[in-house]
């Protein structure tokens, strides 16, 4: 698989029904295709943050931020 949208769509799918590994794998997927979307790092944030890994979240969140840092999203 190798469609971002497709990879996006399917992790938050399983974030959705608190699959958190599937849901980490699909937005690992998606970042290497394209490691300059600060999207995808808030969305591999979010499920590290759910998951109780503050501290990669955290670094997904300032690595969001460090691509657009008017990312309002990068929480």
Same mark, same amino acid.
């Given at each position: ?8 769509? +399917? #992790? ?7 699959? *958190?590994? &599937?849901?980490?794998? @699909? %937005? ?15 969305? +591999? #944030? ?7 890994? *503050?501290? &990669?979240?955290?670094? @997904? %969140? ?14």
């Amino acid at each position: 698989m190798s469609d971002i949208s497709e990879l996006v769509r +399917k #992790g938050k799918d399983f974030l959705e029904k608190t699959k *958190y590994d &599937e849901s980490l794998g @699909c %937005f690992e997927q998606a970042i290497l295709l394209n490691s300059n979307n600060p999207e995808l790092w808030n969305f +591999k #944030g979010v499920v590290l943050r759910s998951m109780g890994r *503050y501290n &990669e979240a955290m670094e @997904c %969140f300032n690595k969001s931020l460090e691509i657009d840092p008017r990312d309002k999203n990068a929480s």
